[in-house]
Structures are given as C-alpha cells and as structure tokens.
C-alpha cells in the first residue's frame, strides 16, 4: 500500500487549501473501505500530532485546533481522503501527512503566511 499526498502550498492567514491523500497498492483495492484514515502535521521543530481521523464508515474526529476549521471526507471509488481547510492561521503551518494501517506518505507542506 502507499499513500500520497497533495494539495500544500503557500496560502495567506484566513484562506483555504484542501489536501488529498491517494492511495493506491496491490492491496489498496480491499484494504481501503474497511479501514481509517488520519491526517497528522509536524510543525517545524516540533512533534507530529494528530488533526483528524476518518474511521471506514465514516465517523470523523478533530483535534481541537482543527474543529470548526477543517473537514475530512472520503471517497471510496478514488481511494483518497481529504482535508479540507478553512479559516487557515500561521499556526496551522507544517508538514502534512496521511497513515493508514501504519504506513505513511511523504506528506505535503502548508505554509500560511502573508
């Protein structure tokens, strides 16, 4: 399995970017509907943590920095999950990255900046 992430960039405080995570892989094609997917993002200098998790059927969870901001979605007919991001702050900029079943992509980077 491998996940691939797209969809950073640089972007102004207040503005939006929605990220995707593909996935693909032999074993994509059964291993993707019965199983979550979460985004997570490393700032510079600091640790990952989690932003948000989309369980196979379905149920979303945030962390509290995201509620509100940001919505993860999936879509089973392209194996992808997204992240989209609103009302995005300087705060929010670092390294982006899906995981699935324990394997990551190389993530993509965010920087919100004016």
């Known amino acids: 399995v491998h996940l691939v992430e797209s969809g950073g960039g640089l972007v102004q405080p207040e503005g939006s970017l929605t990220l995707s995570c593909v996935v693909s892989?032999?074993?994509?094609?059964?291993?993707?509907?019965?199983?979550?997917v979460e985004w997570y993002r490393r700032p510079a200098g600091k640790e990952r943590v989690l932003v948000a998790k989309i369980s196979s059927w379905g149920k979303t969870t945030y962390s509290d920095s995201a509620k509100g901001r940001f919505t993860i979605t999936r879509d089973s007919a392209k194996k992808s999950v997204y992240l989209q991001m609103t009302q995005l702050k300087p705060e929010d900029t670092a390294r982006y990255s899906c995981t699935m079943l324990g394997v990551w992509g190389q993530g993509t980077r965010v920087t919100v900046s004016s």
């Open positions: 892989g032999t074993m994509s094609e059964r291993l993707f509907p019965n199983s979550a």
